[in-house]
Nanobody
Framework: QVQLVESGGGSVQAGESLRLSCEVS????????MAWFRQRPGKEREKVVS???????NAADSVKGRFTVSRDNAKNTLSLQMNSLRPEDTAMYYC??????????????????WGQGTQVTVSS
């Protein structure tokens, strides 16, 4: 059984950084498309960034140049480095895993496994 557990959320000021981690158990993370999603208050869940075959990534325009996704195969973890945080980045952040492909899909429905989420709050 695949389980995903996020950590690293918190409250920061605008311009600061946070690093989220997603620990994967029950299977090798490199066998999946891995992604970070977020859900802001009153909004639908949206993909932030994903990591597919051979390290191919795609990211939402709103986070390009600020957020970086990486995978540690030895630790079977996925990380999200978030720099230059903005108040609009405030959301619950979720780690997700789905069928492996070059370019990971955008819809949340394409992902099979989900973590419980970690809250990120950015104040101005």
């Amino acid at each position: 059984q695949v389980q995903l557990v996020e950590s690293g959320g918190g409250s920061v000021q605008a311009g600061e950084s946070l690093r989220l981690s997603c620990e994967v158990s029950g299977h090798t993370s490199s066998s999946f498309c891995m992604a970070w999603f977020r859900q802001r208050p009153g909004k639908e869940r949206e993909k932030v960034v994903s990591l597919g075959t051979n390290g191919l990534t795609n990211a939402a325009d709103s986070v390009k140049g600020r957020f970086t996704v990486s995978r540690d195969n030895a630790k079977n973890t996925l990380s999200l480095q978030m720099n230059s945080l903005r108040p609009e980045d405030t959301a619950m952040y979720y780690c997700a895993a789905g069928p492996l492909m070059n370019w990971c899909p955008w819809p949340p429905t394409s992902y099979v496994y989900w973590g419980q989420g970690t809250q990120v709050t950015v104040s101005s």
